[in-house]
T-cell receptor, first 110, second 115 residues
């Protein structure tokens, strides 16, 4: 199973761009990289997923270098409501063995 | 929108009791999962199921069992609850698609306290 390492916490201010990097040195060829967001008293919510290069959706971008040993979640112009825990996962649905790390606690300040 | 519903948000049980946590999803997903979440440890997979009556152990199956008699329902069972099973329990489901990776959809969790 590919394990992930990400910072325990990060602070930011409203309107800033936030980049959270995740390391996954032993990612397998058929593994995807998926990011989830979790608010207190709620289950994690899917944000974005990618396999290589760059993926963008309405809430975030995901940058994956060619060696795929790391990935960076980019949140443009964060607001107070983006304060949450962000989890990076590496795995694939066929194996169903996704491993959640400890997550990154993002605090957005006014 | 996918809805994953867990039967209770809060539950208090006593040591030694048999505890059932129920989870229902409404999107005909093949895969269902049970996790527990503890401070500082993130989410840890207990069991998952990719079909009716099928189950696979996750990272921490000890002390738990599961049941999947119908596709939409996945139950987690604590045969004899112990205080170290006090935790937040999260259920998730996903579509089985071998050509692409489908994300998991989570319920809002059951906070279980064992006294």
């Amino acid at each position: 199973l590919a394990k992930t390492t990400q910072p325990i916490s990060m602070d930011s201010y409203e309107g800033q761009e936030v980049n959270i990097t995740c390391s996954h040195n032993n990612i397998a060829t058929n593994d995807y990289i998926t990011w989830y967001q979790q608010f207190p008293s709620q289950g994690p919510r899917f944000i974005i997923q990618g396999y290589k290069t760059k993926v963008t959706n309405e809430v975030a971008s995901l940058f994956i270098p060619a060696d795929r040993k790391s990935s960076t979640l980019s949140l443009p112009r964060v607001s107070l409501s983006d304060t949450a825990v962000y989890y990076c996962l590496v795995g694939n649905n066929a194996g169903n063995m996704l491993t959640f790390g400890g997550g990154t606690r993002l605090m957005v300040k006014p | 929108d996918v809805k994953v519903t867990q039967s209770s948000r809060y539950l208090v049980k006593r040591t030694g009791e048999k505890v059932f946590l129920e989870c229902v999803q409404d999107m005909d997903h093949e895969n269902m999962f049970w996790y527990r979440q503890d401070p500082g440890l993130g989410l840890r997979l207990i069991y998952f199921s990719y079909d009716v009556k099928m189950k696979e152990k996750g990272d921490i199956p000890e002390g738990y069992s599961v049941s999947r008699e119908k596709k939409e329902r996945f139950s987690l069972i604590l045969e004899s609850a112990s205080t170290n099973q006090t935790s937040m329990y999260l259920c998730a489901s996903s579509l089985l698609d071998r050509a692409d990776n489908q994300p998991q959809h989570f319920g809002d969790g059951t906070r279980l306290s064992i006294l």
